[in-house]
């Protein structure tokens, strides 16, 4: 597709059910990111793939929350028995292989709310 | 390590005045600075970033923004605001020439414009 997909783009989920979302980026781009929005937390920043390179996972909030990337392509990011804080949009990204400062493109996001 | 500084999370300007969100960062090496742009319920659009060059960068829709090293400042600009500016906008850093690549973003500012 022209642009980063994600899926689902809404999901409520009970808590302590575990949920899975879905990022598809944009062909080329051997570098993937997810990300987290939520009231009052900003922007932050949860893993980050390159290639075939050890993923730096330092923003995972917990180990209730793990990702992969399978075939250096789509990516899945797994939350575990989900807690109401957990609720915010998941962004998932992907910019060009090279340097920090290439442009990093956001898809839309999947809304989860955890009730 | 680096952070980014919004002042101002909310900014209301009249349509047609000026544009003028703040931007403050802080690095330990050289930064390469974006601002993103996020419409409702929509991912992130990149506006305009400084990697190297001019100091001076131009983006869409009009927007600029200005890299001050003395200041540590990015600031964002657009001479005459529309209705259509009104969004949500993210300064955001990453490091050069590092194998971090992720962005670390501000805490966003909320742009209104009234007619």
Known sequence: ?115 | AQSVTQLGSHVSVSEGALVLLRCNYSSSVPPYLFWYVQYPNQGLQLLLKYTTGATLVKGINGFEAEFKKSETSFHLTKPSAHMSDAAEYFCAVTLRDTGRRALTFGSGTRLQVQP
């Open chain 1, 1 to 115: 597709g022209a642009g980063v997909s994600q899926s689902p783009s809404n999901k409520v989920t009970e808590k302590g059910k575990d949920v899975e979302l879905r990022c598809d980026p944009i062909s080329g781009h051997t570098a993937l990111y997810w990300y987290r929005q939520s009231l009052g937390q900003g922007l932050e920043f949860l893993i980050y793939f390159q290639g075939n390179s050890a993923p730096d996972k330092s923003g995972l909030p917990s180990d209730r929350f793990s990702a992969e990337r399978t075939g250096g392509s789509v990516s899945t990011l797994t939350i575990q028995r989900t807690q109401q804080e957990d609720s915010a949009v998941y962004l998932c990204a992907s910019s060009l292989p090279g340097g920090s400062g290439n442009t990093i493109y956001f898809g839309e996001g999947s809304w989860l709310t955890v009730v």
